[in-house]
C-alpha cells in the first residue's frame, strides 16, 4: 500500500553578493559540483528534521485499514440494503446492523424502527413490523460489496420479531456464521452455513431469561444469563460449531467475569482462578488469581525474547500493594513487579498500568516487565489500542474539566506527541498509515460520522456529515443512507493504493 507525501517548503535559492568574474571551465565544474553537494545537504538535512511520524510495523490486529488524508469523494461500490434485506419494507423504517468483519466479510441484518419521526411514517413502519413474514440476513464482502448469499431466518425460525435487532457474528474457523435474534416467545442462536447461508442448527431460550454474548474470540463465545434471584450471573462457554451443547456452564465470583483465551477461558471461582478447557470444558487450576487481566486481541500475540509464549497480563493486589504480571498458559509468571495500580491495558508497544489515584500512565514493555516510562496526565483517563495502528504510540482520551482531550503518547519515552479535543461520545475507530479514524457521535441526531485526524500531529483532515450512518467494515470505510444504501467511500486519487 502506498501513501501520499506531504507537501513540504522547497529549500530557498541563495544569492551571494560579490564582484563577479568569469571562472575558468575547470573552477566552474569544481564550483557546481561543490553546490551540488550543499544543496543535497541540505535537503537531506531538511528531511529529517520535518520528517512526519507515521509507523511502518504489521497492523495491530492484523487489520489492514483504508489510509484516506482527503475527504473520500468517491464509491468504490454500492450495495442496495434495503431492496437486498427488506425489499416489502418502506425504507425509512429500516435500520442495519453489521457484524464486525472477519477475514473480509460482514454478515448484516435488520430491524424495524416504530419510532420513525414523522406522523406519516411511523403509522407505515408499525403496520410493516405489524405484518413482516421474512428476516434476511446476508453476508457481504467488505472491499467489493459482493453479496454471497441471503438467507430467510423466518423460514427456520417462524415467529421471528421483525423488531428485533440481530446480532451476527461471522465465524470463518467453524464455517459459520451465528446470528442471534428474538421470537415472540423465546431467544434464538442460529447457526449458518458460510459457503451459502444455510441452517446447520439453532437453539432456544427463555425470553424473559435471555442468554447474551458478551465476547468471543474466534470460534468461542461467553455467554450470560441472570440466575435465580439472588444466586448470581452465571456463564456459558459456547464453542461455535455447537450451539445446543455448552462447553462448560458455571457461576464465577460476584463482581467477576471470565476472560476468553484462545483455547478456553479463566474463570474467578471461590477466590481462586481455573483454567476453562475449549476443547473439553474440563477445568484446571491456574496458578495466578488475579483481580485485574488483560488479554492481547486475536492477531496480537506477545512472546519473550527467549520464545516463551505469554497469554494474559494480570495484576494481583494485596493490602499493602499489589503485583503486575504477565501469565503463561499455566498462569506461572512469566516476569513480575510491584505495582500499585489498579487498572491495565495491553497495546502495541505497552503493558500500561494505570497508576496515582487513575491519572498516571506507568508503560511495561510486553517481554520482560521493564518500566520504559511513567506520565502523569493530569485527570482520569482510558487507554485506547486503536485496530490497524502500525506505530507504538498510546493513544489516552483524558476527561478534564474542559472537555475530553485525545492525547498520543510516543511509546518510546510517553511525551506527548499531540493533543486533540474530541467530543464525549467519540470513539477511536481504526487507523491507516498516517490517518486516525475517529466515530463520532454529538448525541443530537441518530446518525453517526466519522472524523479523520493527521498521526504526525493530531490536526483535523476532514470529516463527514450524514442523516446516516458511516461506520468501518473492517479496513473499509462504509456510508448507509437513510434510503438503505451503502457505499465505500474511496479518494479517487489513493483508490488503486488501499481497494
Do not use: K
Request: aromatic residues 4%; contains cysteine; negative net charge.
Amino acid at each position: 500500500m502506498s501513501h501520499p507525501e506531504r507537501a513540504r517548503d522547497h529549500p530557498r535559492e541563495a544569492r551571494v553578493a560579490g564582484r563577479w568574474h568569469r571562472a575558468s571551465p575547470g573552477r566552474r565544474l569544481v564550483g557546481v559540483l561543490g553546490a551540488l553537494v550543499v544543496a543535497s545537504t541540505l535537503v537531506a538535512a531538511g528531511a529529517v528534521s520535518v520528517a512526519p511520524h507515521y509507523g511502518d510495523g504489521r497492523p495491530w490486529t492484523g487489520l489492514a485499514v483504508d489510509d484516506l488524508r482527503r475527504s473520500p469523494d468517491a464509491t468504490g461500490w454500492t450495495l442496495d440494503l434495503a431492496a437486498t434485506l427488506a425489499p416489502d419494507a418502506p425504507r425509512r423504517c429500516l435500520n442495519f446492523w453489521a457484524s464486525p468483519a472477519v477475514d473480509g466479510l460482514v454478515a448484516v441484518g435488520t430491524s424495524v424502527d416504530l419510532d420513525f419521526g414523522d406522523a406519516l411514517g411511523a403509522p407505515a413502519c408499525r403496520s410493516y413490523a405489524s405484518e413482516a413474514d421474512s428476516s434476511l440476513i446476508g453476508l457481504v464482502e467488505t472491499a467489493t460489496g459482493t453479496v454471497r448469499w441471503v438467507h430467510d431466518l423466518a423460514r427456520d425460525v417462524p415467529d421471528t420479531d421483525a423488531l428485533s435487532i440481530p446480532a451476527t457474528q461471522v465465524v470463518p474457523s467453524a464455517g459459520r456464521v451465528l446470528v442471534q435474534t428474538q421470537t415472540t416467545g423465546a431467544t434464538v442462536l442460529a447457526a449458518l452455513d458460510l459457503r451459502d447461508g444455510s441452517l446447520v442448527e439453532s437453539t432456544r431460550g427463555r425470553r424473559d431469561l435471555p442468554s447474551v454474548s458478551v465476547d468471543s474470540r474466534g470460534p468461542l463465545q461467553l455467554r450470560t444469563f441472570s440466575g435465580i434471584a439472588g444466586s448470581g450471573d452465571r456463564y456459558q462457554l459456547v464453542e461455535a460449531s455447537r450451539l445446543a451443547d455448552p462447553v462448560w456452564e458455571g457461576g464465577v465470583d460476584s463482581g467477576s467475569s471470565p476472560a476468553l483465551l484462545n483455547d478456553g477461558a479463566l474463570v474467578s471461582r471461590g477466590g481462586e482462578t481455573v483454567f476453562v478447557d475449549a476443547a473439553t470444558g474440563r477445568e484446571r487450576p491456574f496458578a495466578a488469581s488475579p483481580d485485574e487481566i488483560a488479554v492481547p486481541p486475536v492477531g496480537s500475540s506477545v512472546t519473550t525474547d527467549d520464545g516463551r509464549g505469554i497469554v494474559a497480563f494480570g495484576i494481583e493486589r494485596t493490602r499493602a500493594n499489589g503485583t503486575v504480571e504477565a501469565l503463561d498458559d499455566d498462569g506461572e509468571a512469566v516476569w513480575s513487579r510491584p505495582t500499585g495500580g489498579r487498572r491495565l491495558a495491553v497495546t502495541p508497544s505497552c503493558v500500561i498500568v494505570v497508576t496515582g489515584g487513575d491519572t498516571a500512565a506507568e508503560c511495561l514493555d510486553p517481554r520482560d516487565g521493564t518500566v520504559r516510562w511513567t506520565t502523569d496526565l493530569g485527570a482520569p483517563f482510558a487507554v485506547e489500542a486503536v485496530p490497524g495502528q502500525r506505530a507504538a504510540d498510546v493513544f489516552v482520551v483524558v476527561q478534564r474539566s474542559g472537555g475530553s482531550r485525545l492525547l498520543a503518547l510516543d511509546g518510546a519515552d510517553g511525551h506527548t506527541r499531540f493533543s486533540s479535543s474530541v467530543g464525549l461520545l467519540d470513539d477511536l475507530a481504526a487507523a491507516g498509515r498516517s490517518v486516525l479514524y475517529l466515530q463520532t457521535d454529538d448525541g443530537r441526531s441518530s446518525g453517526r460520522d466519522v472524523a479523520a485526524l493527521d498521526l504526525d500531529d493530531g490536526r483535523p483532515l476532514w470529516s463527514t456529515s450524514t442523516s446516516g450512518t458511516v461506520a468501518f467494515w473492517g479496513g473499509h470505510l462504509v456510508r448507509i443512507d437513510e434510503q438503505g444504501v451503502a457505499r465505500r467511500l474511496v479518494d479517487t486519487a489513493r483508490v488503486g493504493a488501499t481497494s
